[in-house]
């Protein structure tokens, strides 16, 4: 019967890749089941990234169990349609409950952003709370940063992986801009830009794009019309959580597919196509 004690060896044993030890620590890991997860918590362990990619490779793929399916059919149903922050978080709370079997992964995200907004309030000090100033402290040194050495990790779309790492991919990293400036009142917004997603915010009274992977960028909607030219719809929409959710999805399944875990693949691709 698997104990919380031996949790310290077996997380030990993720740099070790001899294929004795690989096979005994699957036959651990999966003697945990949906309680792998919440034994880290309780245990304090919080995986580095390149721990956290060892595991995903030697744990079975999570199945959506009744309870996943009936949540994700709930949030598809309703909030997926919806463009606020609320339906968002929950559309990423489904997807690392799925990446980790791990139910409580939705409060999980929501207690870590709890305290990036607290970390970035501190920061930003006794100054009125502003969409740049947010970015500056989010995205400059302590914060968070684009994972470049490894982009197409599938780490890199689930959010509460990318809050405990502090690397994300730009999506990700847009969302928690979006997520932690929500709960400082700032209007946030998102843009389903083409091949790098984007957040968008009012700079000196212009419509701007946020490059969060790359420091927190700041680039006005005119000038980046002006490059891409007509037909750019998507620079003043606001993409429902359905759209976000499906570029998150479809980032899974080509990261999965890459890795030549084709079942994981096809699994989020699947879920990609429902929306």
Known sequence: MPNDSDLPYLVALLEDENPVVEEALKTEIAGFGDDFEPALRRAGIELQAGQRRRLESLRPPAEPTGAFRSAWDRWRSGAAAETGDRALE???????????????????????????????????GGREPSP?????????AGGLSGESEDYYASANSDLLAVLEQRRGNPISLACVYRLVGGRLGLPI?????????????????EPHLVDCFNGGRFFSVRSVRAKVGSGADYLDEEPPASTV??????????AFGRGGAAARSARFAAMAESL
């Open 245 to 254: 959710i499906r570029r998150v999805l479809l980032n899974l399944a080509h």
């Open 132 to 140: 740049s100033r947010l970015a500056t402290v989010l995205f400059g």
């Open 90 to 124: 929950a559309g990423f709370g489904l997807v690392s409950w799925l990446l980790r079997a791990d139910a409580d992964a939705g409060q999980q995200i929501a207690i870590r952003l709890e305290a990036e907004t607290g970390r970035c309030l501190a920061q930003i």
């Open 189 to 205: 917004g998102a843009c389903n830009f083409p091949g790098h997603f984007m957040a968008r915010a009012d700079f000196e009274g």
